[in-house]
């Protein structure tokens, strides 16, 4: 059954809180930082280095420096974007501010395309990602996670007068956005295309370009997450909606580089105190109205 886009989310948000990044991929990301301040730095301006991360002594680095570079996507309101004081904020960026502030350090926040995050991360840029990434097998292989933070939920999403897309099943003949790079693209390619069988991938490096194509019928669908497209959504009248139930369900964890266990500990450590103190509960009712979700 075909939902209306803003009566589906309404009665989502009575059952739960669904994010998914969609974000683009690019070799090329114009790149932006902020900070902000929790506490006051503790040192000097040291950064940490790859082999102190190799030898699994980041969080000391960081310690040492007196903070902590968050790489995000500034770019996927409500979770993490700039807002008018060009300040990065949102969902994301609460969290990632609790978690520095339960270290003792400040927090940097640098912004970019997903792709350009991973690959910062990887590269000692960045010294975690609080950036709504889906934990998956693959992405174990090449760093390491929290506890998952947030459960993430993904949508079918058609125009409000597409008759012919109820399910997965239909994308057949299809032309299919998504975000480069990211999970949702990987579920499409692996899962979905070898059980429906021919259709197009168009990908995307924004939410809003692959809103707007769907909006005036350049591509036929796309999969996402309610909750994450709903400003854009609102912002830009764009006439589309939900249809069918959720295709899948994903978590998302603060992502660091391979062995570093002091760093995953003390960040376990900082989410699971604030879920304790009620601190994690009021930053998941500021943005999303509802109690937290996981």
């Not at 707007?212 to 036929?220: F, K, P, S």
Request: glycine share 8%; charged share 20%; with cysteine.
């Amino acid at each position: 059954m075909s939902i209306s886009f803003k009566s589906s989310f309404k009665s989502l948000a009575l059952l739960s809180v669904s994010l998914v990044a969609l974000a683009g991929c690019s070799g090329k990301s114009n790149e932006s930082q902020t900070s902000a301040t929790p506490t006051p730095a503790t040192s000097s301006s040291a950064t940490p280095t790859a082999s102190a991360s190799a030898s699994g002594d980041l969080l000391a680095s960081i310690t040492k420096a007196g903070k902590i570079k968050i790489g995000l996507m500034g770019t996927y309101a409500p979770y993490n974007f700039l807002n008018d004081k060009h300040e990065v904020d949102g969902f994301d960026a609460d969290v990632a501010k609790q978690v520095a502030q339960r270290l003792g350090v400040q927090v940097d926040f640098i912004t970019g395309e997903f792709s350009g995050l991973i690959e910062g991360l990887q590269a000692g840029k960045y010294d975690a990602l609080v950036s709504q990434v889906t934990i998956t097998d693959d992405r174990k292989k090449t760093m390491d996670f929290s506890t998952p933070y947030i459960k993430n939920s993904v949508n079918v999403i058609v125009k409000n007068d597409n008759t012919t897309i109820k399910a997965i099943e239909d994308f057949k003949g299809k032309k299919v956005g998504v975000g480069l790079g990211t999970n949702d693209e990987t579920y499409l390619r692996e899962v979905v295309l070898p059980k429906v069988g021919n259709f197009n991938i168009a990908t995307y490096n924004d939410v809003i370009t692959s809103l707007t194509d769907l909006n005036v019928g350049r591509i036929d669908a796309t999969i996402n997450n309610v909750f994450a497209i709903q400003p854009l959504v609102e912002k830009n009248n764009f006439k589309i909606k939900t249809v069918g139930p959720a295709i899948k369900d994903d978590y998302a964890g603060i992502a660091v580089r391979k062995n570093n266990p002091q760093l995953i500990e003390a960040i376990n450590k900082a989410l699971a105190d604030m879920k304790t103190d009620g601190t994690f509960k009021e930053i998941f009712q500021k943005w999303f109205k509802v109690d937290p979700n996981i």
